[in-house]
């Protein structure tokens, strides 16, 4: 079992900027693919960023040249930059690891969420 632990979120002003973290409790797997989704009340879970476990990244259009996924491995944390923030990216952000086991059974673990308010 492995916990996500999500933080970083809060209010901050547009053309601000956050660092989400979500730290992993363990590290005993393989990481396939480490998502940010961003989700708003009564809205989808929306995919933010992806980072696979080749390096490559994905955003959301929105997200483009404002937002950078990277992971520590050190630490077992990965990181969502946000920079130069709209109103719109006002969400709750969740964290995901999909991972394999030694047994090479395959795991979804998702993190609690932070709230990320932006102010107009």
């Known amino acids: 079992q492995v916990q996500l632990v999500e933080s970083g979120g809060g209010l901050v002003q547009a053309g601000g900027s956050l660092r989400l973290s979500c730290a992993a409790s363990a590290s005993n797997f393989e990481i396939n693919v480490i998502h940010w989704y961003r989700q708003a009340p009564d809205k989808q879970r929306e995919l933010v960023a992806m980072?696979?476990?080749?390096?490559?990244?994905k955003y959301v259009d929105s997200g483009k040249d404002r937002f950078t996924i990277t992971r520590d491995s050190a630490k077992n944390t990965v990181y969502l930059q946000m920079n130069s923030m709209k109103h719109e990216d006002t969400h709750v952000y969740y964290c995901?690891?999909?991972?394999?086991?030694?047994?090479?059974?395959?795991?979804?673990?998702w993190g609690q969420g932070t709230q990320v308010t932006v102010s107009s």
């Open positions: 980072l696979a476990h080749n390096g490559g990244t």
């Open positions: 995901n690891f999909f991972v394999q086991s030694a047994l090479k059974e395959k795991y979804l673990y």
